[in-house]
């Protein structure tokens, strides 16, 4: 009786098992059902390591093909859907990196559903992204880079920047004419703390200065404050 009862235990199980698994393999053909093409499985590889760069109201996105020989093009959705891109191609490399800048963007954070496609049509999965652009609310926030001091030394004039610096400032562009009338034009990269000399400065000249920002590091484009002019007596 006790080995029945064993047995019968096991056969349940067993069926219980296989259910299961029929279950599970139904839910990924319904997944995978827009690759299946009278009775045959066909594999698409999708975009890969995908990146976004910010920008002034565009990003950049990239992505790897890998290597798969098939890919012919890719779509690009985004404005949840409104708005998309497609584009043909031949894959020329083991590896291609794809890179595409989308232009006209709102400021603020956006989705990207990027599918790749065979020459007859046949999609990979997605593969998305989320990516912010950046624009004129952003720039209005930006503060010009500070200065501690500044002194003649005989003709030069030194200027000392301040050791604490508003985030994201990359460079600060700066102007003046010089005692023989020519306008000198400098683009200086590092200010933390750091001292640049103005050669041949006039007595009571001026200069004017910008500073330059990404707001990060991936960034494809660089934000500009207003000019600011500095009276030196």
């Not at 299961?20 to 045959?40: N, P």
């Not at 600060?172 to 703390?193: A, C, F, P, Q, W």
Request: glycine content about 6%; some cysteine.
């Amino acid at each position: 009786m006790k080995k029945k009862y064993y047995w019968a235990v096991a056969f349940c199980s067993l069926l219980f098992g296989i259910l299961l698994l029929l279950h599970a393999c139904g839910k990924m053909d319904d997944t995978y059902r827009q690759f299946i093409e009278d009775g045959e499985t066909i594999y698409i590889a999708k975009a890969d390591s995908l990146k976004v760069r910010p920008g002034r109201n565009r990003v950049e996105l990239s992505w790897f093909l890998l290597s798969d020989p098939k890919i012919r093009a890719y779509k690009v959705y985004y404005n949840n859907r409104q708005d998309s891109i497609f584009t043909q191609f031949r894959k020329m490399h083991e590896i291609d990196t794809v890179r595409l800048i989308i232009n006209e963007l709102s400021e603020g954070t956006h989705y990207f559903e990027i599918f790749t496609f065979d020459g007859l049509g046949n999609s990979s999965v997605k593969a998305d992204i989320s990516g912010r652009a950046y624009g004129s609310m952003y720039q209005k926030g930006l503060l010009n880079a500070t200065i501690t001091k500044s002194f003649f030394v005989q003709n030069d004039l030194k200027v000392i920047w301040n050791k604490n610096q508003p985030e994201g400032l990359v460079n600060v562009d700066l102007e003046y004419t010089n005692r023989l009338g020519e306008m000198i034009m400098k683009r200086l990269t590092s200010l933390h703390g750091d001292t640049c000399v103005l050669r041949e400065f006039p007595v009571d000249g001026t200069f004017r200065f910008r500073s330059g920002f990404i707001p990060d590091t991936l960034a494809i484009d660089t934000f500009y404050t207003d000019f600011q002019r500095v009276q030196i007596r």
